[in-house]
């Protein structure tokens, strides 16, 4: 059963079209039903959306469904960064059951000065293998320009970041299963690792949703769908989810998925 937290959510929830997503997750939300977000995962979905998730809205609306449980949030946090440690204080301010771990940062070598401008060893880095090879000696003769053109700049590396959750999301997914009871897991990320959790939890005769957007889900979790898996496209959902401001009022479809939107 949904009942509105907010007026915004219920005046939204009266429209037609979200009526009609609304009505499809009180059918799957069945019993206890726990929610897992893995942020790193849905955060670039925004790029293809073209809006935002609002982590304070997608929580009122989650609460909104009776039979809710845990709502777990996985983020990264950048150790002595203001505004990271912000963005978390503002999820527990929500009452999510914040998990986070320490970003790390790597430093990779963007430095030419010691290979041959026909070398793809500093590409290996950066380019598949699979993809290297079809390079012919000009194409890698230009990118390595570009890493000297960094390099006459001050540029000689570059830092990437990486957190992983998949470890902690799904055994916390198997944890709640053997522990808390939990009848219908709700997953946020489009990552192929979450495949044999999932498979093992549909056959263990568990509910399991996946929350994505069109083209971000992997090829192994589609699979899964003859299986049982059910995956809701978050378009449906954009005025309720979505940051202030970034409703649309007029009827429209996602041109890739179809999914309506108001």
């Given at each position: 059963?949904f ?92 009452k ?26 500093l ?14 000696i ?9 890493f ?17 959750f ?52 992997a090829?192994?979790l ?37 999914a309506?939107?108001?």
């Amino acid at each position: 059963m949904f009942k509105a937290k907010t007026p915004h959510i219920e005046s939204v929830a009266k429209q037609e079209s979200f009526r009609s997503a609304i009505e499809k997750l009180e059918k799957v939300f069945v019993g206890t039903t726990n929610v897992y977000i893995d942020f790193a995962n849905v955060r670039p979905w925004s790029e293809k959306l073209g809006w935002h998730i609002s982590p304070k809205r997608l929580k009122q609306f989650l609460e909104s469904f009776e039979g809710m449980g845990s709502i777990k949030w996985y983020q990264g946090e950048l150790l002595g960064d203001s505004r990271s440690a912000s963005d978390i204080k503002r999820l527990r301010d929500c009452k999510y059951d914040v998990r986070t771990k320490p970003v790390k940062i790597i430093r990779l070598s963007v430095d030419v000065s010691s290979i041959s401008m026909q070398s793809p060893d500093l590409l290996k880095k950066f380019v598949r293998t699979a993809l290297l090879r079809k390079y012919d000696i000009e194409t890698v003769e230009f990118l390595n320009q570009k890493f000297k053109e960094m390099n006459v700049r001050g540029i000689h590396f570059i830092e990437d970041r990486k957190c992983n959750f998949d470890v902690e999301i799904g055994t916390d997914m198997r944890v709640d299963h053997l522990t808390d009871g939990v009848d219908t897991f709700v997953l946020w990320s489009g990552d192929s690792d979450f495949a044999d959790p999932i498979k093992q939890l549909i056959s263990e005769g568990k509910r399991v949703i996946l929350f994505a957007t069109a083209g971000r889900v992997a090829r192994e979790l589609n699979d899964l769908v003859p299986e049982g898996l059910f995956i809701f496209d978050i378009f449906e959902l954009r005025n309720m989810i979505c940051w202030k401001g970034e409703e649309i009022l007029n009827s429209t479809k996602d041109p890739i998925s179809g999914a309506p939107q108001l």
